[in-house]
């Protein structure tokens, strides 16, 4: 393995950033692995942009180091940004202008040869499913056209490591889910994925590694079954096939009995399901059926933020204004 490869796609230490008197990045370290999706979670106002800019170089930090594609972000900003592509919040692409000639467009802007330039617009016109509409204005694309457009222009100067700011939001689930797969075909061709969303299933179904920020701060990262192990709330949820089992069964494990099952407090974990099931086999007891249930990332949002989802946030904010 070469030193490149073992060097991580992103590493922070100690990155700070205020404005006045406003703290909002307040110390956090990262380490993002190459070839991953690596997913920062956090309340609005939480600092999740701010990272973003200062890793892609549009803003400077007050403190703290950070390196992206092994290049320190304050000291040699031209080579970050020659390994990096940028997806905002808000689309770049010129509506004016139909989808093969904004992919020509950013062609242009990295001096790609003519012949060049043309082939990697067509090739990923036909990546992204926007054959049929090249030649058609974007401003009559729909969302998830657009989105799709967006990352495609991304994606013209061939970057390793890719900053997706909330790439979905406003989008339908046929749409999102559409985004997800060209996602993890990206990662799977070895490109790296540093992915703000305030989806927190987008998180869970994509992230390898998740880190919840809070007020500037780092306050829990893991793999998100690891960060759903965070919080009670899991349980194992027995059935059994007589009440006398079931009693027999409560009496053993504890738990909440509720007609012929039985819910047992667990972290979800195989040695605490294999402490269960020992215990039971001593008993000559053998539950009909189980199923493991674990926190989900809503929980772990809400108990170490102190906040609902984003997404719950703006469902409910939506809901006043319509008042």
Known sequence: MSDSSRTPAISVSDLRKSYGEQVVLDGIDLTVPRGTIFSLLGPNGAGKTTTVQILSTLIRADGGEARVGGHDVAADPARVRSAIGVTGQFSAVDELLTGRENLLMMGDLYHLPRAENRRTAQRLLEQFDLVDSADKTAASYSGGMTRRLDLAMTLVGQPSIIFLDEPTTGLDPRSRRAMWDIIRELVAGGVTIFLTTQYLDEADDLAHRIAVLDHGRIVAEGTPDQLKRLV??????????????????????????DELTLAVPSDGSVKSLRAVLDRLDSARIEPEGLAVHTADLDDVFLSLTGKSTPEAAAATAEKETAR
Do not use: K, M, T
């Open 232 to 257: 009670p709330g899991g349980h194992i949820r027995l059935s059994f096939a007589d009440r006398a089992e079931l009693d027999i069964a409560a009496d053993l494990l504890g738990g909440v009995p």
